[in-house]
């Protein structure tokens, strides 16, 4: 296991539609966090799980999206009915201990492509 | 008000010279930083984190802690032109998520 895996890289998904990304973290992690990336910005949290809790939520994640983490092994981020501004790239990242002290180590990301 | 703030650049700096970046962060009671470098297109890295006032280096990298001040700093030195790259500062959050600048975009000139 050398790395935080996402899936799928890229999406383009027309609006109105679902779609769901998944993280799969560095085993021996047991936070797992999301965040969205949009062109110009730093990274925005959108929430975060201890192995299979999920302990916080933004107050950016809106009624149309939800994450699991079943079994405190990946995670799905699924948005419903996505809109234009939904697009943007859509980070995991996981990170070892109660603090992330050591910070996080991110995927790839997925970009998102709403038309 | 943003909770952390970065000059967006760009910054040019020509090869070999000192590439300095500047955060500041409005959550006093902030007790962890973190610089990472995120090349176009892909995924933040992490590169160094900070948790006293005062320096740490890391071969070229140095990050500086102002917690007086809300200040932090990372210097890049022999900067080369790999090092071209958006440099996000972020700062952890009482709830242990990061909250992240916009960045400074940083061109090292050859």
């Known amino acids: 296991d050398t790395g935080v895996s996402q899936d799928p890289r890229h999406k383009i998904t027309k609006r109105g539609q679902n779609v769901t990304f998944r993280c799969d973290p560095i085993s021996e992690h047991n936070r797992l966090y999301w965040y969205r990336q949009t062109l110009g910005q730093g990274p925005e949290f959108l929430t975060y799980f201890q192995n299979e809790a999920q302990l916080e939520k933004s107050r950016l994640l809106s009624d149309r999206f939800s994450a699991e983490r079943p079994k405190g092994s990946f995670s799905t981020l699924e948005i419903q009915r996505t809109e234009q501004g939904d697009s943007a790239m859509y980070l995991c990242?996981?990170?070892?201990?109660?603090?992330?002290?050591?910070?996080?180590?991110f995927g790839s990301g997925t970009r998102l492509t709403v038309v | 008000q943003k909770e952390v703030e970065q000059n967006s650049g760009p910054l040019s700096v020509p090869e070999g010279a000192i590439a300095s970046l500047n955060c500041t962060y409005s959550?006093?009671?902030?007790?962890?930083f973190f610089w990472y470098r995120q090349y176009s297109g892909k995924s933040p890295e992490l590169i160094m984190f900070?948790?006293?006032?005062g320096d740490k280096e890391d071969g070229r990298f140095t990050a500086q802690l102002n917690k007086a001040s809300q200040y932090v700093s990372l210097l890049i030195r022999d900067s080369q032109p790999s090092d071209s790259a958006t440099y996000l500062c972020a700062v952890m959050g009482t709830g242990n998520q990061f909250y992240f600048g916009t960045g400074t975009s940083l061109t090292v000139i050859p």
């Open positions: 990242a996981s990170s070892l201990g109660g603090t992330g002290a050591y910070g996080y180590t």
């Open positions: 959550d006093r009671g902030s007790q962890s």
């Open positions: 900070i948790y006293s006032n």
